[in-house]
């Protein structure tokens, strides 16, 4: 590969969808796993946005791997990767962290398909975006069980995983810095505790 002055340009992937109509100067847009590698082998990016719709726990696998071979790739490690997902998950943003993503956003990815909203998503991310920080936001005590293809159920580990997390808690607590005034998470129970 040579060796390419950067151009402030893009490539964005979603999986799943025809960006036919949110074409843009400076955005590359692909719809496959593969066709992202290639591209991003092939030029020189200045950032790589990747947006999965993660209709199954399968396709979380999927992502962290892509994520992976382009950080292992000689040719695009140097290239920060945006990961926007439709919610947060903790387990899945430290898989991402380990694999080398540096950036994550949330959206409703079914406002991508507008043009000004992928020119909004791709834009360089802020500090608040990096994945570390986004984690620092998340409880450490929230469990994830999968409860079939398509679905999880949260626990949370503060209370013996004995009490699953409803989504007012969640919003409202667990994924926000709020989980810190937790009543459970300032006095967790274990299991050796009576």
Known sequence: MLSYEKHNITLLYKSGTDFSSTADEGLTLVTSPISCLNEAMEKPYDLIVICFDLASLRESDALVELCTALKKNRYTRQIPLLVILPFKHRKLLESLRDAGVEYVKFYD???LDS?????????????????GRVLSEICPYINYS??????EILFCGAYLNRMVIATYRLKHYCETYNYENCEYFKNPKFSNQT
């Open 115 to 131: 043009k000004s909203r992928v020119k909004t998503l791709v834009t360089p991310p802020a500090k608040e975006c990096g994945i």
């Open 109 to 111: 990815l079914k406002e």
């Open 146 to 151: 999968p409860i079939g293809r398509h679905q």
